[in-house]
């Protein structure tokens, strides 16, 4: 994941986590959420720029299984530490890859209630961390949030690059896998004149490798889940690095560009992002498209053998798994000031991109 969000003014690099987040703290001692109005500066542009060189975290710095958020923090567009606020990973996510408003809003939205504070708008892009504390009332249990790194809600099963929680270290990097993704450019790849034969990744490597690591999970993991909410997350995690990690100049994804974010966590040299937002919309029908070839059902493994979910005949079957299975009902029954109305916010900054009535939570505490 991981992955992956749009800003309104660009909050600059230097400032730390604490003096964003401390900007709008109420009353209740909570941190108001708010949706920014979508920026103007929405072209083609260089990055990293001189104000955002690489630094590699610290052993306090927080990084987890999304290769797009460790390589913005490593380059302080969102907070070096991995600490980050709505708002920040918004701005963020822009500024580096000219991701949209409202999918970035989804991204952000979602993860800050599955796995975050949403009552002090503070999310570990990585896992536990002694600066974000349990949320008020213990409502998703005594723990502290896990971060966007623990299993299930956001980040799950079928990863690119990181293996099965139930199989083996579903939170770094994997070489091994990588080594697999970077096979499948070598025998479905482009070839280029400036980066040489089979070194641009296209729609049919996708295609491929997502079916191979979905055959290599469903065999190895006996429990493996892939329900609409990890399929949608899982195929655009695969679109986002398809249309989001190609260079602006030609849009054009190269081996080398994608192992300097991967395997590097930076940006590669004379790299430029998108020359136009990515959308919510742009991304669901590249996943669609890499999807394709090789359909698959939501479902997960009973005692090894992959059972079908039943037919879903709601206003889309990812909006409702996401919220009706993977957010806790205990989020329905705050009553803090600030947390309620944090809650609200972001229920319909989730909601809006689908198109669909909005749900209330309806999940499991502690998951």
């Known amino acids: 994941m991981f992955g992956t969000l749009k800003a309104f003014a660009f909050i600059a690099a230097t400032l730390s986590a604490s003096t964003v987040l401390g900007a709008a703290?109420?009353?209740?001692?909570?941190?108001?959420?708010?949706?920014?109005?979508?920026?103007?500066?929405?072209?083609?542009?260089?990055?990293?720029?001189?104000?955002?060189?690489?630094?590699?975290?610290?052993?306090?710095?927080?990084?987890?299984?999304?290769?797009?958020?460790?390589?913005?923090?490593?380059?302080?567009?969102?907070?070096?530490?991995?600490?980050?606020?709505?708002?920040?990973?918004?701005?963020?996510?822009?500024?580096g890859f000219n991701m949209d408003r409202d999918l970035a809003g989804f991204l952000a939205g979602f993860s800050m209630m599955a796995r975050g504070n949403a009552f002090l708008n503070k999310l570990s892009i990585g896992s536990v961390s002694p600066q974000i504390p349990t949320v008020p009332g213990a409502i998703d249990g005594p723990a502290p949030p896990g971060g966007i790194a623990k299993h299930d809600r956001f980040e799950g099963d079928v990863s690119m690059t990181r293996q099965d929680f139930n199989v083996g270290d579903d939170v770094h990097f994997q070489i091994d896998l990588f080594d697999e993704f970077l096979s499948a450019v070598e025998q479905f790849g482009d070839d280029n004149a400036l980066h040489g034969p089979k070194s641009i990744v296209n729609m049919k490597v996708m295609q491929e490798f997502?079916?191979?690591?979905?055959?290599?999970?469903?065999?190895?993991?006996?429990?493996?889940?892939?329900?609409?909410?990890?399929?949608?997350?899982?195929?655009?995690?695969?679109?986002?690095?398809?249309?989001?990690?190609?260079?602006?100049?030609d849009g054009l994804l190269s081996k080398q560009a994608l192992t300097s974010i991967f395997q590097n966590q930076t940006f590669a040299p004379n790299w430029f992002r998108r020359s136009s937002p990515g959308t919510f919309d742009f991304i669901v029908d590249t996943a669609a498209e890499i999807l394709a070839p090789h359909t698959i059902q939501p479902g997960a493994n009973v005692n090894g053998v992959y059972v079908l979910d039943p037919p879903d005949n709601?206003?889309?079957?990812?909006?409702?798994?996401?919220?009706?299975?993977?957010?806790?009902?205990?989020?329905?029954?705050?009553?803090?000031?600030?947390?309620?109305?944090?809650?609200q916010t972001l229920l319909s900054i989730v909601a809006t991109p689908f198109g669909c009535p909005e749900l209330l939570p309806a999940g499991p505490v502690g998951q």
């Open 314 to 343: 709601s206003c889309n079957a990812a909006y409702s798994d996401f919220v009706l299975n993977n957010l806790p009902h205990t989020l329905n029954n705050v009553t803090q000031p600030t947390f309620k109305k944090n809650i």
């Open 25 to 95: 703290t109420t009353a209740d001692g909570g941190v108001i959420i708010t949706l920014p109005p979508r920026s103007t500066d929405v072209g083609i542009k260089k990055v990293p720029d001189a104000a955002h060189p690489y630094i590699a975290p610290g052993p306090n710095d927080q990084r987890g299984p999304c290769p797009a958020l460790n390589t913005l923090a490593n380059h302080g567009y969102i907070p070096r530490n991995g600490i980050a606020s709505f708002e920040q990973i918004l701005a963020g996510t822009r500024e």
């Open 210 to 249: 997502k079916f191979q690591r979905f055959q290599e999970s469903q065999a190895a993991d006996k429990t493996v889940s892939f329900h609409s909410s990890r399929i949608a997350s899982s195929y655009n995690e695969a679109a986002f690095i398809l249309t989001f990690f190609a260079n602006g100049t």
